[in-house]
């Protein structure tokens, strides 16, 4: 059953603390993205990663940390260093290019 | 960067047509894309467009000029659970650019 699975589904977190997020896909694709998403905003890149120990900063990227050390795997760490890291987070992927992207079920962070 | 724009909120009534516009920058241009997404759930893909025309796919339909940086998703025969958010993104040459979302109303 192929896809992308992201989790937990709901995440709580104090305030001060660093929180990882996974993301896990066995699509075969070699690109994966994360977006955040706030109250009727859109989805704004965080990181993103072409290929497996590689990524480069997206739009938002401060306050957050990535690694790309498997294909298949591309948790996005939220540091004590985001100002506002209450959100719904998205990863996605691509088999390549800016074409269509399948998204995972998402997180969303609460931190209090 | 990249500036997309689509309406905030659009109403219509459950049967009726519904076309929900969007404009993009034209420089680095490489694709359009519409996606549907319902509250609290993941986006899904509905269309891409690369060249100019409209492309049918159902009860949904999307359209591309690429000269006026303009495209639309076109839904017919609404239904109650076409209620949802509906975004434009914009193709990069490795990312796409969203915009900040249409939410649609379908009333009884």
């Known amino acids: 059953d192929g896809g992308i699975t992201q989790s937990p589904k709901y995440l709580f977190r104090k305030e001060g603390q660093n929180v990882t997020l996974s993301c896990e896909q066995n699509?075969?694709?070699?690109?994966m993205y994360w977006y955040r998403q706030d109250p009727g905003q859109g989805l704004r890149l965080i990181y993103y990663?072409?290929?497996?120990?590689?990524?480069q900063k997206g739009d938002i990227a401060e306050g957050y940390s990535v690694s790309r050390e498997k294909k298949e795997s591309f948790p996005l760490t939220v540091t004590s260093a985001q100002k506002n890291p209450t959100a719904f987070y998205l990863c996605?992927?691509?088999?390549?290019?800016?074409?269509?992207?399948?998204f995972g079920p998402g997180t969303r962070l609460t931190v209090t | 960067g990249q500036n997309i724009d689509q309406p905030t909120e659009m109403t219509a009534t459950e049967g009726a047509i519904v076309q929900i516009n969007c404009t993009y920058q034209?420089?680095?241009?490489?694709?359009l894309f519409w996606y549907q997404q319902h509250a609290g759930e993941a986006p899904t893909f509905l269309s891409y467009?690369?060249?100019?025309g409209l492309e049918e796919k159902g009860r949904f339909s999307s359209f591309l000029s690429r000269s006026k940086g303009y495209s639309y998703l076109l839904l017919k025969e609404l239904q109650m659970k076409d209620s949802a958010s509906y975004l434009c993104?914009?193709?990069?040459?490795?990312?796409?650019?969203f915009g900040k979302g249409t939410m649609l109303l379908v009333s009884p």
């Open positions: 467009n690369v060249l100019d």
């Open positions: 990663s072409q290929i497996v120990n590689d990524f």
């Open positions: 699509l075969n694709h070699d690109a």
């Open positions: 034209t420089s680095g241009f490489n694709g």
């Open positions: 993104a914009q193709g990069g040459y490795s990312t796409l650019t």
């Open positions: 996605a992927t691509t088999s390549g290019g800016a074409y269509e992207q399948y």
